[in-house]
């Protein structure tokens, strides 16, 4: 069983910074690949970023060049950080795990959630 408990979120202007953190707590060894997600009001939940245990990562076209995720395994934390932030980028942002080994972008391939944390952007 994993537990993730993601923070960091709030609102800011466009233009603006966010640095968002999960922590991961029990059985850690057993998670491969973690990624971030958003959804906003009457969308889809959409792979935002993720990144596989030995590094290799992946970002949606939206994010590239503005968005980077990274781990500190030391501190079983997942961070997101969120450069340049548009208002299409307001969303409810999720932190997810997979013991499945590879880099995924499909929510239902991911078996722990966090409860989210709200990015709001303001133009």
């Known amino acids: 069983q994993v537990q993730l408990v993601e923070s960091g979120g709030g609102s800011v202007q466009s233009g603006g910074s966010l640095r968002l953190s999960c922590v991961a707590t029990?059985?850690?060894?057993?998670?491969?690949?973690m990624g971030w997600f958003r959804q906003a009001p009457g969308n889809e939940r959409e792979a935002v970023a993720s990144?596989?245990?030995?590094?290799?990562?992946y970002y949606a076209d939206s994010v590239k060049g503005r968005f980077t995720i990274s781990q500190d395994n030391a501190k079983n934390t997942l961070y997101l950080q969120m450069n340049r932030l548009k208002p299409e980028d307001s969303a409810l942002y999720y932190c997810?795990?997979?013991?499945?080994?590879?880099?995924?972008?499909?929510?239902?391939?991911?078996?722990?959630w966090g409860q989210g944390t709200q990015v709001t952007v303001s133009s």
């Open positions: 990144i596989e245990d030995d590094g290799k990562t």
């Open positions: 997810a795990a997979t013991p499945r080994r590879g880099l995924w972008t499909r929510p239902r391939l991911y078996d722990y």
């Open positions: 029990v059985y850690t060894y057993s998670v491969y690949c």
